[in-house]
C-alpha cells in the first residue's frame, strides 16, 4: 500500500505541475494585455472556467493513463498490475464532461460573484485551480488502472 501512494503521489504531483503551467500558457494567450481581468462580461474570466475545467480533466485521466498503461505494457511498472476496465478513451471522456457540469459548474457560479482580479492574480488562481484539478483527476483515473500487488 506504501508503493501504491506513493507512486499516485509522484504521478499526481507531474499531473498537477503540468496542468498548472498549461493553464497558465493557454490563460495568458487568451487574457495578455488585460491588467485586470472582470468576472463577467466580454473577456471575463467566468466562463474561461468550464473549458478549462473540460480539458484539465480529459487530459488529466487520459494522458497518465496512457503512459501508465504502456509502462504496465512494457514491464516497466514492477509491483502494480491492470485492473482496467473499459475504455480508458470514453472514461475521461465521461469523466471530463461529468467534472465540468459539477465541478465547473460550481466554480463558474462562485466566479460569477467575484471582483476583477490583477492579471498575475488571475494567472496564480488558473495555475492553482489546474494543478489541483489535475492531480485530483489523475489519482482517480490511475486508482482505476492499476493497484500494487506488493
Known amino acids: 500500500?506504501?508503493?501504491e501512494a506513493r507512486f499516485l503521489t509522484i504521478e499526481a504531483v507531474t499531473s498537477g505541475a503540468i496542468n498548472a503551467v498549461l493553464s497558465v500558457a493557454f490563460a495568458a494567450a487568451v487574457f495578455a494585455g488585460k491588467p485586470v481581468i472582470p468576472a463577467t462580461g466580454a473577456?471575463?474570466?467566468a466562463p474561461d472556467v468550464l473549458p478549462q475545467t473540460f480539458m484539465?480533466?480529459?487530459?488529466?485521466?487520459?494522458?497518465?493513463s496512457l503512459i501508465?498503461?504502456?509502462?504496465l505494457?512494457?514491464?516497466r511498472l514492477p509491483g502494480f498490475e491492470s485492473i482496467e476496465?473499459?475504455?480508458?478513451?470514453?472514461?475521461?471522456?465521461?469523466?471530463a464532461i461529468v467534472v465540468t457540469v459539477v465541478v465547473g459548474g460550481g466554480a463558474f457560479a462562485?466566479?460569477?460573484?467575484?471582483p476583477p482580479v490583477s492579471f498575475p492574480a488571475f494567472l496564480a488562481l488558473k495555475a492553482a485551480y489546474g494543478a489541483a484539478l489535475g492531480a485530483t483527476i489523475t489519482i482517480w483515473a490511475l486508482k482505476k488502472l492499476v493497484r500494487s500487488t506488493l
Request: net charge positive.
Open 73 to 75: 505494457r512494457a514491464g
Open 110 to 114: 462562485i466566479s460569477l460573484a467575484a
Open 56 to 64: 484539465v480533466t480529459l487530459m488529466g485521466a487520459a494522458v497518465p
Open 43 to 45: 473577456g471575463g474570466f
Open 85 to 95: 476496465a473499459g475504455s480508458l478513451w470514453r472514461r475521461a471522456l465521461v469523466a
Open 1 to 3: 500500500m506504501k508503493e
Open 68 to 71: 501508465v498503461r504502456a509502462r
